[in-house]
């Protein structure tokens, strides 16, 4: 898991949230539905905070993000950052160093946690018959359990499918479990993607595919952006077990949908702030709610 970020520009346009969700969502125009959410979207969101938590990756990505609890915790809300997560991807790691992401981000000897590992610490090497002979098996906490241990297979593959990570003990609090869904926005470009809850690690942390999808560098070692990212998780909504990107497509959007779609995004996320970071002084275009940054 990468404990690095670049610094990217924060957006909070309800314009470009609206248009984000709608093409996550595929149905209507994403402009048609950006204007409607916009003139007709509802005052009331129940919302409070459930606690604030820092994400522990210095003053400039930011700390203490409040996260906010929806319709008593049917759905949790909170923005921040996104770091770049390899695992489970079966490039992720090697012992040369040359994979998706570097290695000490998997952990160290004798404490793997984003490598598969045999009880004595060392860890397993793909064979001929895998995706990338040679390469470590890496894994993420969600699991195929049909499936072996050193099979690559068993685990979520973070190049392909949209998926994020946080941090355990938060989890608990707010009640999301493992294979649950979640819609993200990147409230710069306005795009949205949906995802499913697939590894425990830091707050503010997705896949290389979740990145790729919201237009996020995606590099595992240097990419990710420090804020204007928007995580909007459904507590109980999953099984407990991985799934196909069409899966969380489909799971997803119909969970959204019946939760209240973009118009109830829009009124919830109208006051959310985010951890302020005093060394970038910020200046918003009022037309079109799009935020610049500047030293």
Same mark, same amino acid.
Not at 14 to 31: C, H, K, T
């Given at each position: 898991?990468?404990?690095?970020?670049?610094?990217? #520009?924060?957006?909070?346009?309800?314009?470009?949230?609206?248009?984000?969700?709608?093409?996550?969502?595929?149905?209507?125009?994403?402009?048609?539905?950006?204007?409607?959410?916009?003139?007709?979207?509802?005052? #009331?969101?129940?919302?409070?905070?459930?606690?604030?938590?820092?994400?522990?990756?210095?003053?400039?990505?930011? &700390?203490?993000?409040? +996260?906010?609890?929806?319709?008593?915790?049917?759905?949790?809300?909170?923005?921040?950052?996104?770091?770049?997560?390899?695992?489970?991807?079966?490039?992720?790691?090697?012992?040369?160093?040359? =994979?998706?992401?570097?290695?000490?981000?998997?952990?160290?000897?004798? &404490?793997?946690? =984003?490598?598969?590992?045999?009880?004595?610490?060392?860890?397993?090497?793909?064979?001929?018959?895998?995706?990338?002979?040679?390469?470590?098996?890496?894994?993420? #906490?969600?699991?195929?359990?049909?499936? &072996? @241990?050193?099979?690559?297979?068993?685990?979520?593959?973070?190049?392909?499918?949209?998926? @994020?990570?946080?941090?355990?003990?938060?989890?608990?609090?707010?009640?999301?479990?493992?294979?649950?869904?979640?819609?993200?926005?990147?409230?710069?470009?306005?795009?949205? #993607?949906?995802? +499913?809850?697939?590894?425990?690690?830091?707050?503010?942390?997705?896949?290389?595919?979740?990145?790729?999808?919201?237009?996020?560098?995606?590099?595992?070692?240097?990419?990710?952006?420090?804020?204007?990212?928007?995580?909007?998780?459904?507590?109980?909504?999953?099984?407990? &077990?991985?799934?196909?990107?069409?899966?969380?497509?489909?799971?997803?959007?119909?969970?959204?949908?019946?939760?209240?779609?973009?118009?109830?995004?829009?009124?919830?996320?109208?006051?959310?702030?985010?951890?302020?970071?005093?060394?970038?002084?910020?200046?918003?275009?009022?037309?079109?709610? +799009?935020?610049?940054?500047?030293?």
């Amino acid at each position: 898991m990468n404990r690095k970020w670049v610094v990217g #520009a924060c957006v909070a346009g309800l314009f470009a949230v609206a248009v984000g969700v709608a093409v996550a969502r595929g149905g209507q125009s994403a402009e048609t539905e950006a204007e409607n959410s916009a003139q007709n979207a509802p005052n #009331a969101c129940p919302k409070s905070v459930l606690t604030t938590f820092d994400p522990d990756k210095g003053d400039f990505f930011g &700390h203490d993000v409040p +996260i906010w609890s929806i319709d008593d915790g049917a759905a949790i809300l909170f923005r921040t950052g996104m770091t770049i997560d390899a695992d489970g991807a079966p490039n992720a790691y090697n012992s040369q160093n040359t =994979g998706l992401d570097d290695l000490a981000n998997a952990g160290e000897p004798g &404490h793997w946690d =984003g490598i598969v590992a045999s009880r004595d610490g060392e860890p397993f090497v793909q064979g001929p018959d895998d995706p990338f002979p040679g390469f470590y098996v890496s894994q993420t #906490a969600l699991v195929d359990w049909d499936k &072996h @241990i050193t099979d690559p297979a068993r685990y979520v593959d973070a190049s392909k499918i949209p998926y @994020i990570v946080l941090p355990g003990e938060l989890s608990h609090q707010f009640g999301a479990r493992l294979g649950d869904f979640a819609v993200v926005v990147n409230l710069r470009r306005g795009t949205a #993607a949906n995802a +499913i809850f697939a590894d425990i690690g830091t707050l503010g942390e997705g896949s290389i595919a979740l990145a790729n999808k919201i237009g996020i560098w995606s590099d595992a070692r240097e990419g990710g952006t420090r804020g204007g990212i928007l995580y909007l998780v459904y507590p109980g909504s999953g099984d407990r &077990h991985p799934h196909s990107l069409d899966e969380i497509n489909a799971e997803t959007a119909k969970i959204f949908q019946d939760w209240g779609g973009m118009e109830r995004l829009t009124s919830c996320s109208r006051d959310l702030q985010q951890p302020a970071h005093p060394q970038v002084a910020t200046q918003t275009n009022l037309q079109t709610g +799009i935020s610049t940054e500047r030293p």
